[in-house]
């Protein structure tokens, strides 16, 4: 019998005639839901496509419309400014002092800055909006993997996304200066390349040395994000290893050793090798930033309220609950969908630790690793207080918290996808969430939460932007010079002029005009310099030349400030204050009435000299000062640890009996 199948029967059975579509009723039918399945994919991905690039465009058109760079953001401008003038990565020349918490951001800012030679503000802003606007698209990238990607089925429409980018604080920090953008962008790219990476059947060597390189930049980024970042590492470590890394002219027991050796070379060369760079140049296991901001102390009841000030007004937790009840949703209806009776099989005959080792290469798992990152990087911001600027520090977290959730996937019902059922649920419940989320969004995105205005709140929390909009009278003050209309900065700049000797600048108690302390006699050629003592360290150091020295009071500049006990009361994220007694001392000025300013006291200039003699303050601020030769940057490093946790008595009375000195003033005669 002949198996053949002649012409006429192929058309029955529904094969398609060259050049048209199957006329049979059955290959009619199959036709035409592929067709309408092929269709169905090319509207998922059109959407998914068009979701980016709309959600892309609002953020930067939100960012723009709020566009301004902070004083904050200046700062790290002055230390740009200094690199590219050949004095290193310092705040004022001479003084090795990192007053950038970002180490990362400071480079980018400086490459981009040397490769354009364009003005600083103009480079800041646009790789700020740049890297904001990358962000949420790798967010939304691997949160689409995570959920199938485009053709599995499903729309996949912005949903977390649109969150992050409708509370106002996260289009204010997107232009600021600050390194929020840098954050985020590091965030979204780590949670794609995780993504990419558990889905990856037979990931080669790039996607894994690509990946822990990526994330052992975190201490880099910003100090807390090593939180996330060392949870990256461990995951990828502790993971098994696919066959293709195992190189074959290894021996079998070196193979997966001699790999994860690799692992951490790779991921911690950059970061190691900065770190010992940073001990012996700066004399610090950490930015100055951190010893002046206190970051390893405890302020929770100041935490808790710097939450709720983002939390509260803008309902925050109403998005967050509707997107995570929804996801589990989702995700337990597939997982029911696609159970079968192999894993119970599998569980009992694998051992509890091999499922788990398996387990660890998995989307869940990446999932509940950046979810434990982001609540244990949320703790550790309520614990040290949290900050003064409105949402600033918790814009991380909440783009963590968000990022499986960037895009979310609606099943149409299946006669939209050439099938001949309704489901409803799977349809309902995720538009309905998703109607609810772009109407939280629409409502929040014109919210003022933070209404403190040109004044300080009770809190000490204030919306930065606005502040310096009212305070500047600029609505986007983004250049240096929009900040001289900032009250005492033109008088600033006039008592410098007006001054050619040099002196120390203070600012009145009042806050109303400036004092010159002289340099005392003789005047050397050219003017002994001027020193600007004063809180704004932005505003003020990008309007002057580099040869301006400019401290503040709260140590961002000033180690001398930064190593003084926290005030117990004082406002969060300045709550060290440190006398300009010191100041006028440590800067050689003439401390004599009338020379000196009228407020300050001679008894207590008297004391802080003796009080500067202390050896062990004497040591520190050699750390920074003294010529950076191989046995400084040596010593540096030895003895970093100890000047981290240093502190002074900001009273030179107080001081002088902490370092068991001689008291110059002798107590007063009872009568």
Known sequence: ???????????????????????????????????????????????FVGGIVLTGVLFATGAWQRRWIADDGLIVL??????????????????????????????????????????????????????????????MLGSARLWGGSSAGHLLVPAGALVYIAVPPARDYASSGLENCLVIFWLGVLWYLLIRWSQAGRPGLPSYFGLVFWAGLSWLVRPEMTVLGGLALLLVFCAPMPDALRYAWLPERLRPLVI???LVAIGGAVPVGYQIWRMGYYGLPYPNT????????????????????LVGPYFLWLPLLVLAVLAVLLVR?????????????????????????????????VVTLMLVGGLLLVLFNIRVGGDFMHGRMLLPQLFILLLPVAVLPIRLPDRARGGARWVHWSFAVPVAAWVATVGW?????????????????????VDERIYYVLNSGHDHPILAEDYLDYPRMRAMV??????????????????????????????PEGGAGHTVYFLNLGMTSMNVPLSVRVIDQEGLAYPLAAHTDRLVDGRIGH?????????????????????????????????????????????????YRAPLTFQRFKSNIIQSLDFAKYRIERVPKYEIQRCDLVDPIPPPVPN
């Open 290 to 309: 951190a010893v002046a901001k206190e970051a390893g102390g405890a302020k929770w009841a100041q935490g808790f309220t710097y939450l709720w000030d």
């Open 494 to 523: 006039q008592a410098i002029e007006n001054t050619p000797d040099g002196g120390l600048l203070i600012n009145s108690p009042s806050f109303m005009m400036w004092y010159v302390a002289p340099p005392p006699l003789p005047i």
């Open 1 to 47: 019998m002949s198996l053949s199948i002649s012409p006429d029967e192929r058309l029955v059975a529904g094969e398609e005639r060259e050049g048209g579509p199957p006329t049979s009723t059955l290959a009619v039918g199959d036709y035409e839901r592929e067709a309408s399945a092929s269709r169905f994919a090319r509207l998922s991905r059109a959407t």
């Open 575 to 623: 709550d060290k204050n440190l006398y300009p007694d010191w100041v006028l001392v440590d800067t050689g000025m003439v401390d004599r009435h009338p020379w000196m300013p009228w407020f300050m006291d001679e008894k207590w200039v008297i004391q802080a000299r003796t009080a500067l003699s202390c050896p062990a303050t004497q040591d520190l601020l050699a750390s």
């Open 260 to 262: 994860r050796a690799l």
């Open 333 to 365: 209806s597939r997982r029911s969908a696609g159970a079968t009776g192999a894993s119970d099989l599998d569980n009992g005959i694998e051992r509890r630790s091999r499922r788990l080792q398996r387990w660890l290469r998995t989307p869940a798992a």
């Open 78 to 139: 002055r230390t740009v400014r200094n690199l590219l003038a050949g004095n290193g990565p310092v705040f004022n020349a001479d003084e090795r002092v990192e007053t950038n918490t970002s180490a990362a951001w400071t480079y980018v800012v400086w490459f981009f800055s040397w490769l354009t030679q364009a003005r600083l503000e103009y480079v800041v802003l646009a790789v700020a909006l740049v890297l904001s606007v990358l962000a949420v698209v790798f967010a």
């Open 441 to 461: 969004a629409l409502y929040v995105s014109g919210t003022v939460a933070n209404t403190s205005g040109s004044q300080l709140s009770a809190t000490g929390i």
